[in-house]
């Protein structure tokens, strides 16, 4: 937990009590204090993702500088009341890394924490790089771009690291939109080349005729336009690692010359005779059958053979579908992150996405989140809303509840859930409308989330026991337990 803990100094209490539970939702660790008493604490806080400091404190410019002063490279944010960003000082504004506006919504929160957790990891890296060069930190986070948790996905993560160490040529074979080249960088992030460039070429995009100019180079007037000399895609990568993309639509001319450059790693520029060493790994990726290809004589069987040293199999998103949950959820956190937008979607909705065959695999299901974030902006999606080809993979919220009460009904059976951030309710927690207004969806979720704590607090984390306690179905509370990502 120490890579996503918070410390919030701030002397406005109901703020203080909301914006705590806010982040513990968020499942980051969360200690509160005020201005007179957070100076004992913060000397055995250790590895904090940032201090959040709230404004209407006396000697607030003295309190940052001192936290600066006892944890150096902390991010400090400034937690200021809406409207109120023109009465920050110069001095204060110059040390604090950011400024949050309260009342603040979840996206935008979602936004800063999001940035923090970045500064984190960059300060890691820094510190962790290793005599080779590489990072451990790194090393581990491109690993998990690869999204997802079934077995596929968990055999090329293995792959990965199993040919990381070494230079071996890799193929990776799979239809397009499977994510090929997230799992190229990946593999190049993790390998002793990372700090050296990934340069990625689609060798179906270009024409033919250009296709050895932009892999070699050209000299100055060796073809028509050549106006100047030009260095190709294996001098930039120099280093690094070369991913051809697409390589089984490489034409047969060009096939000849890659096969040489692989046998001696030496080419010549277009119009040049002086021969160029070159030390890069290459990564290959297909969507074509190469095996068919080499018999219908389209692909030469030699480069076959040099590529396929270490080849690795994308799945298609339908041999999958269990990644799917996990993939909208990150594709839509993306789009928040980058201020493109939100949305959120049913049980149902998800439902008739695994059931759908996804022809264009991880590439059609990013199309369709981002189109559903423009026509149903911080919406709620469910099946009727999606487009009209899903309306016939339908699921009935009845079927949900079966489905759970099918699994581990019987209250003496029921695994206790360990609840994060306990707490004490009182009439005085509940917050008033304050004077700019609130956002009242964003209000009832957290009221929703203090009161299952309390409920799961009591009964000592038995889910059934709670839901009696809320006078609700158990099937209903695991739902809820779900949505708001409780830990068991």
Known sequence: MALRHILLIDDNKARSHQLGVILQFMEYRIDTYDSSNYAASINECCALLAVIVGDGMDKQAAIIKDVLDRIAKVPVVLLIEKGSASQVSTAISQ????????????????????KLTCCYNQQQ???DITSDGRSDARRLSCIERLKG??????????????????????????ESGTGKEVIARSLHDASFRGTKPFVPVNCGAIPGELLESELFGHEKGAFTGAFNSRQGRFELAEGGTLFLDEIGDMPMPMQVKLLRVLQERTFERVGSNRTIHCDVRIIAATHRQLESEIKDKRFREDLFYRLNVFPIDVPPL?????????LVMDLIARMETSNRGSV???KSALAALTQY???????????????????????LVDVLDLPDKFHKYQVSEESFHEAEG????????????????????????????PAQGIDLKEYLNILEVDLIRQA?????????????????????????????EFQR
């Open 95 to 114: 040390m604090i890394y950011e400024m949050l506006e309260w009342p603040v919504t979840y996206p935008v929160l979602k936004q800063v924490t999001d």
């Open 125 to 127: 890296e820094a510190r």
């Open 149 to 174: 948790q079934s077995k596929a996905i968990a055999t090329i993560r293995k792959l990965i690291a199993q040919v990381a160490g070494s230079d071996a040529t890799v193929l990776i074979l799979g």
């Open 318 to 326: 339908r041999e999958r579908v269990e990644d799917i949950p996990l």
């Open 344 to 346: 959120r979607l049913t």
């Open 357 to 379: 065959e996804w022809p264009g695999n991880v590439r059609e299901l990013a199309n369709l989140i981002e189109r559903l974030a423009i026509i149903h902006p911080k919406g």
């Open 406 to 433: 099918a699994v581990g009904d019987d209250d003496d059976n029921d695994e206790p859930i360990d609840v994060m951030g306990g707490f004490e309710c009182s009439a005085a927690s509940l917050a008033q409308l």
């Open 456 to 484: 799961l607090n009591e009964c000592k984390g038995v889910v059934a026991h709670a839901a009696k306690r809320l006078n609700m179905r158990r099937t209903t509370l695991v739902e809820k337990l779900r949505k708001h």
